[in-house]
């Protein structure tokens, strides 16, 4: 019975550490994921800095926007449920430059 909870005890400290272990970072960079009305929006940057987000509709009208500051990376829903069908602009721009999607 002792070898027995010896063997579980070790299996639980090895699942453990295993389970602690860093996964891989994502790529540099901006990507988005489309769920019918739903967009996640994924972004990773080398340093923290100022991160903004604009979404246009296809008219180039603004539709929403939001400034998030020390950030290197983060995913963002965005629901686009409610909004006219059409086509959208997602601009991200930070201390790199401007990404469209």
Known sequence: MKKILAVVL???????VNA???APKSPL???VIKNGALVKLFYRAEQSGKVKVTIYNEDGD???TETMKDT???MRPYNFKG??????????????GIRIT
């Open 72 to 74: 290197e990376q983060f």
């Open 62 to 64: 603004v539709v929403f």
């Open 20 to 22: 602690m272990e860093v």
């Open 83 to 96: 909004l006219p069908y059409g086509e959208y602009t997602i601009e991200l721009s930070d201390e790199s």
């Open 29 to 31: 960079g901006m990507s």
């Open 10 to 16: 070790v299996l639980i400290v090895v699942g453990h």
